[in-house]
């Protein structure tokens, strides 16, 4: 199974040179350690940074640099500043290219939970569904069973609903999984871990091809 780390640099792969892309709280904020050096990419966070870089290493943190998580951040020569409301009108304008979010579910028809499980307090919903709402092409990063071991990738959200039918793409800690027709499709699975693996942790509907290769990272 792959770890957090090896989950975001198998979604780097995804990344595009001259993609301006939205990293979401959780997994997808170590997607920008692991872009290739040899593409220009523009990570750009709802609180009002556009040329977001890697995380800093330790002692060289800046308090005032931080993403819409509150983690501590760098920032890229050409890097800019601006206010919320900016930000958001690049996301609502459908000026970023890829966004990689977290999930606690999704529904095999693309629809994505990752805001709110009733009952527990929270800070509020954050950008996720403007996010959801204006891009063309959203990966989720996420583990494929909860804590409990049972699956995260269902027929149907249980959850309070993020956005309907909005995720092209799953990377998970077993396999990578296109969403198309209203199935879960088998693309490529963990080094180690078999399709009956995969099969056994996933509730919803999921096409498997004769060949799966395993993920290389």
């Not at 709802?46 to 308090?63: A, H, Q, Y």
């Not at 583990?143 to 793409?169: D, F, I, Q, W, Y």
Request: aromatic residues 6%; charged residues 20%; hydrophobic residues 45%.
């Amino acid at each position: 199974m792959l770890s957090k780390e090896q989950i975001a640099q198998r979604i780097a792969q995804e990344v595009q040179s001259g993609f301006y892309v939205n990293l979401g709280i959780g997994i997808p904020t170590l997607v920008a350690n692991f872009v290739r050096d040899d593409i220009e990419v523009e990570f750009q966070s709802e609180n009002g940074i556009l040329g977001m870089g890697p995380f800093p290493f330790e002692g060289e943190e800046d308090p005032d640099l931080i993403n819409a998580g509150k983690q501590t951040i760098t920032a890229l020569p050409g890097a800019s500043f601006f206010d919320s409301a900016m930000s958001f009108s690049m996301i609502r304008g459908q000026h970023v290219d890829l966004t990689i979010l977290g999930a606690m579910e999704v529904a095999q028809n693309g629809d994505i939970a990752n805001w709110k499980i009733p009952g527990k307090m929270v800070k509020g919903m954050g950008g996720a569904m403007d996010l959801v709402a204006s891009a063309e092409n959203i990966i989720v990063a996420m583990m494929h069973t909860n804590r409990a071991g049972a699956s995260k990738l269902l027929k149907e959200c249980s959850l309070p609903l993020t956005g309907v039918n909005c995720v092209k793409k799953i990377v998970t800690n077993l396999a990578v999984i296109e969403i198309k027709d209203g199935s879960f499709h088998l693309l490529e699975r963990a080094p180690g871990v078999s399709v009956e693996e995969i099969q056994q942790a996933t509730e919803g509907n999921l096409i498997v091809p004769n060949s799966v290769p395993e993920m290389q990272i």
